[in-house]
């Protein structure tokens, strides 16, 4: 089955730990993004990569950093850093060429303790 | 900076209603908008998507419309099913950059 996957489903950070959220995709897809959404917000831009070994800070990168050493992953780190990281993160993908839309992948929750 | 916003937040309705749902944004300079589902916990499904030349697209019981100049889009839903609820976002796409900026949602309920 061709997606987008995000592992783990739900994770738990105690503070002043990193964490790495995975996502994969097997679509083939140029562009890669990570969203976070809270509770009655859009979902805002942490990071996004366009190509491999390339990306760009999104709206809210402060605290995040992210690397894209393959096509078909692109995990995203919640540093220390990051002030308020409960939230429920997203990653999307897109062919990155021409108007389409951007795939999503489930979803991690992730809860500081 | 743009800015997207929903109205109403949330929606009730009993089955068999049409749905409207509600979208504007402050900069009509758009590369296309584009509506999604999301149920409870879960990713985003994209539903329709149009383009800045395009004034409506359809898929079955959806339609969406968008008005660049006035900065508006109106995504229907005719014929509502308990299956609709969900939440609808909608999202903007300001350049060829491919990155959108996305409203709050507005949650569904169709009440059998």
């Known amino acids: 089955d061709g997606g987008i996957t995000q592992s783990p489903k739900y994770l738990f950070r105690k503070e002043g730990q990193n964490v790495t959220l995975s996502c994969e995709q097997n679509?083939?897809?140029?562009?890669m993004y990570w969203y976070r959404q809270d509770p009655g917000q859009g979902l805002r831009l942490i990071y996004y990569?366009?190509?491999?070994?390339?990306?760009q800070k999104g709206d809210i990168a402060e605290g995040y950093s992210v690397s894209r050493e393959k096509k078909e992953s692109f995990p995203l780190t919640v540093t220390s850093a990051q002030k308020n990281p409960t939230a429920f993160y997203l990653c999307?993908?897109?062919?990155?060429?021409?108007?389409?839309?951007?795939?999503f992948g489930p979803g991690t929750r992730l809860t500081v303790l | 900076k743009q800015e997207v916003t929903q109205i109403p937040a949330a929606l009730s309705v009993p089955e068999g209603e049409n749905l409207v749902l509600n979208c504007s944004f402050t900069?009509?300079?758009?590369?296309?908008l584009q509506w999604f589902r999301q149920d409870p916990g879960k990713g985003l499904t994209s539903l329709l998507l149009i383009q800045s030349s395009q004034r409506e697209q359809t898929s079955g019981r959806l339609n969406a419309s968008l008005d660049k100049s006035s900065g508006r889009s109106t995504l229907y839903i005719a014929a509502s099913q308990p299956g609709d609820s969900a939440t609808y976002l909608c999202a903007v796409e300001k350049g060829n950059d491919y990155k959108l900026s996305f409203g709050a949602g507005t949650t569904v309920t169709v009440r059998a």
């Open positions: 999307a993908s897109s062919p990155g060429t021409g108007p389409d839309t951007q795939y």
């Open positions: 990569s366009q190509i491999v070994n390339d990306f």
């Open positions: 900069d009509s300079a758009i590369y296309n």
């Open positions: 679509l083939n897809h140029d562009a």
